[in-house]
Nanobody, 126 residues
């Protein structure tokens, strides 16, 4: 059974940084895709960043240059380093995983992922 558990959310002032973590258990596929998504109140869930088993990464335009996705395969952990945070980054952040290597055009589409964590809240104040 695949389980994804996020941590690292919190409250921070604009310009600050946070690092989110997502620990995966029961997810031992050779080819995979993992991503970070976020959802603010009243808005649709949107893709933030994603990474595949070959190390390819992709980012939403709104976070390019500020967020970095990475993974530690030995620890089965996915990270999202978020710098220069803005109030518009405030949202619930979710970790997602899929047991195949998705085409780049699908990496930030939430409907293509089968496994999801419960989310961690990020609040950025101005």
């Amino acid at each position: 059974q695949v389980q994804l558990v996020e941590s690292g959310g919190g409250s921070v002032q604009a310009g600050g940084s946070l690092r989110l973590s997502c620990t995966a258990s029961g997810f031992t596929y050779i080819y995979y895709s993992m991503g970070w998504f976020r959802q603010a109140p009243g808005k649709e869930r949107e893709g933030v960043a994603a990474i595949t088993s070959d190390g390819s990464t992709t980012y939403a335009d709104s976070v390019k240059g500020r967020f970095t996705i990475s993974q530690d395969n030995a620890e089965n952990t996915l990270y999202l380093q978020m710098n220069s945070l803005k109030p518009e980054d405030t949202a619930m952040y979710y970790c997602a995983a899929e047991d195949r290597r998705l085409h780049p055009s699908w990496l930030l589409v939430h409907g293509t992922y089968n496994y999801w964590g419960q989310g961690t809240q990020v609040t950025v104040s101005s």
